[in-house]
């Protein structure tokens, strides 16, 4: 008897951890200060074909807002892999590739687009050349 409740406890110990650890990580997080930076376009394909990107940078600031052009908002990173942007009406979600990429997928005027944005190097504060 004494072993059936243990085993109970311990069942219901482990399904609430899970519970925990699913909640958790499904919910967004907020910005990570390592992605903070001038993000430039690098490289733009519509329907597969590459073309000359023009599109504005995209500064991610590490208190959590970003801007592009006159667009302000928020942005969260959700998974640790996506970025979302508040306020973005044209696209919204892009995956992080490491560090340094960042990629939007969409569809416009019926034709699958993609836009790479590439960190700008960034010399640290107090940085002189030699």
């Known amino acids: 008897m004494h072993m059936r409740r243990q085993f109970k406890k311990n069942k219901a110990w482990i399904i609430s951890s899970l519970v925990i650890a699913l909640v958790s990580a499904a919910l967004p997080a907020r910005a990570d200060s390592y992605l903070s930076g001038t993000y430039s376009c690098t490289k733009v394909e519509v329907a597969g074909k590459s073309q000359s990107c023009s599109a504005p ?3 991610l600031n ?3 807002s970003y801007q592009i052009l006159s667009e302000h908002g928020t942005y969260e990173i959700v998974a640790g892999r996506w970025l979302v942007l508040s306020n973005s009406k044209n696209h919204g979600k892009a995956r992080l590739d490491g560090k ?3 990629i939007f997928e969409f569809v416009s005027g019926g034709k699958k687009s993609k836009i790479t944005y590439r960190r700008k190097y960034e010399r640290p504060e107090g940085w002189v050349a030699g």
């Open 57 to 59: 940078s995209l500064e």
């Open 100 to 102: 340094k990429l960042i």
């Open 62 to 64: 590490s208190d959590g």
